[in-house]
């Protein structure tokens, strides 16, 4: 296989995982155990490139939010900050304590797993609560700090942890807690983009393929534009538990596989 159709494929797996509660970063981590590994600014790079399909999604939320006169806008976008704050505070921290990737499938398994169960769990909890679109200071805090566990637990997901750590907090809409931790993953993903720029040109690092990285970041956008489309369609009428299901049987396979 080319190393353009292996992009290509981690491009396309990335854009149809960001957003859905099933861990980008455990499919890439798996993927890349059969198509070869790829550099850390490679995975973060195009994560950012379906964080830009999210701009695109959220484009005209993205204009009224810009009309800071509104007092609504500005308690949003205050809050937007604060859970970006706590995240890239947090995932400064985890970065200076040397944490990386694991190298092998077997953890990413077990927290498809773990995150299968604690999804049908919260499924079940907020089901009885009262429907809410409230976006609170306490929903900002733990969207934030499980944007950290997500970072630092391949397999976890982003997505699904601070989608649900925001209806745990009282944001039970789906469409509503979904929209905020896409939104904060907005500036999150571009720092953490940021970072790794810097830190790939600091560090003496074999060259990056810029080319290839290039063309890992359009398919990943394309694709996860359509995905989240699809994604806040999905939502109006269903719940996520078809997600958790999902990640119970391939984390279990995972394991059985012996990987």
């Known amino acids: 296989m080319s190393d353009t159709l292996q992009v290509v494929l981690l491009g396309i797996i990335e854009g149809i995982t960001e957003f859905l509660p099933v861990s980008s970063t455990g499919h890439l981590l798996i993927a890349e155990h ?21 701009v695109g999604v959220f484009a005209q939320r993205l204009l009224q939010l810009a009309h800071l006169g509104a007092a609504a806008n500005r308690d949003y976008v205050l809050k937007l900050a604060f859970a970006t704050g706590i995240t890239l505070v947090g995932g400064f921290i985890v970065k200076k304590l040397g944490f990386t990737l694991p190298e092998t499938v077997r953890p990413i398994a077990f927290a498809l797993i773990i995150g299968g169960i604690a ?52 944001l039970t809409l789906r469409p509503a807690a979904t929209e905020f931790a896409f939104l904060v993953g907005v500036p999150t993903m571009f720092a953490a983009t940021g970072y790794e720029l810097l830190k790939a040109h600091d560090s003496g690092a074999p060259p990056e393929d810029w080319g290839a990285l290039a063309i890992g970041f359009v398919v990943s956008a394309i694709v996860a534009f359509i995905a989240v489309r699809w994604l806040l369609r999905y939502i109006q009428t269903h719940r996520f538990t078809a997600f958790a299901w999902y990640r119970i049987i391939v984390g279990t396979v995972l394991l059985a596989s012996g990987i």
């Open 34 to 54: 059969w198509l070869g590994a790829r550099s850390e600014l490679f995975t973060v790079a195009i994560q950012a490139g379906a964080i830009l399909a999210v």
């Open 119 to 170: 999804i049908l769990v919260v499924e079940r909890i907020v089901a009885d609560w009262p429907p809410s679109a409230a976006v609170t200071w306490k929903v900002a805090f733990w969207v934030g700090t499980l944007q950290i566990l997500a970072a630092v637990s391949p397999g976890t997901s982003r997505s699904a942890a601070t989608i649900f750590a925001a209806m745990l907090a009282g």
